[in-house]
């Protein structure tokens, strides 16, 4: 690998990273960054706040890179390293804030403000996308033609047929068994996924 090749793969980059690689480490942060300084503004910490936050996740990221017990989960780490952080941040500012204030850190969130939402749902997609990436290409092809690609979430059974050049009667059951194999790929993510 040249010093100029992206990682694919995270596990590898964690692992060049704990051995000094200073190239693997600007990766990371250059992959994760956005997500810390996200983290930090969804809890609304003042900007010295979160400048801390992100500096202090970043120190806890270097302190245990190389005693991950799954590199390749190392996003949805970060994610929750940061959160702690600034759930720590939250709780010293609340120890100094004057009385009157009180009401803006205990006023009511629905569900759309919940402030980790959008890294569950980019975590979550990027664990589906994964999965789906190490399906067989035909099955890749069936499944983004059938349900990716599909119009109103209704699948054109003539058009995949003709796009796949197969018969319309074999594309249930094909796309049965693509949804299966990616059903068991998750499986495997999520039982191995004790970051």
């Given amino acids: 690998m040249t010093g100029t090749e992206p990682f694919d793969d995270v ?3 964690v692992s060049k990273a704990a051995g000094g690689d200073q190239a693997a480490w600007n990766e990371i942060v250059g992959r994760f960054g956005r997500r810390v300084w996200a983290t930090c503004h969804a809890y609304r910490l003042s ?6 936050v992100f500096q202090q996740t970043w120190l806890r990221v270097l302190e245990n890179l190389d005693s991950l017990r799954d590199p390749a989960r190392l996003g949805a780490w970060i994610g929750t390293t940061c959160r ?5 941040a939250l709780r010293r500012a609340k120890r100094a804030m004057p009385v009157g204030q009180l009401w803006q850190l205990d006023r009511p969130t629905g569900p759309d403000e919940d402030p980790e939402r959008p890294f569950l ?3 979550r997609d990027a ?5 789906f990436r190490r399906l067989s290409l035909r099955c890749q092809q069936v499944l983004r033609i059938l349900v990716v690609e599909a119009e109103d ?3 054109s059974y003539e058009h995949a047929a003709a796009a796949l ?5 074999s594309l249930g059951p094909t796309r049965g068994r693509c949804l ?16």
């Fill in 165 to 169: 050049d197969m018969p319309i009667g």
């Fill in 180 to 195: 299966t194999y990616l059903r068991q790929f998750l499986t495997e993510g999520i039982s191995g996924a004790d970051a």
């Fill in 153 to 155: 979430g209704r699948p």
């Fill in 84 to 88: 702690n952080e600034a759930l720590v």
């Fill in 47 to 52: 900007q010295a706040d979160a400048a801390d």
């Fill in 127 to 131: 664990e589906l996308w994964g999965a």
């Fill in 11 to 13: 596990a590898l980059l």
């Fill in 121 to 123: 749902i980019a975590d």
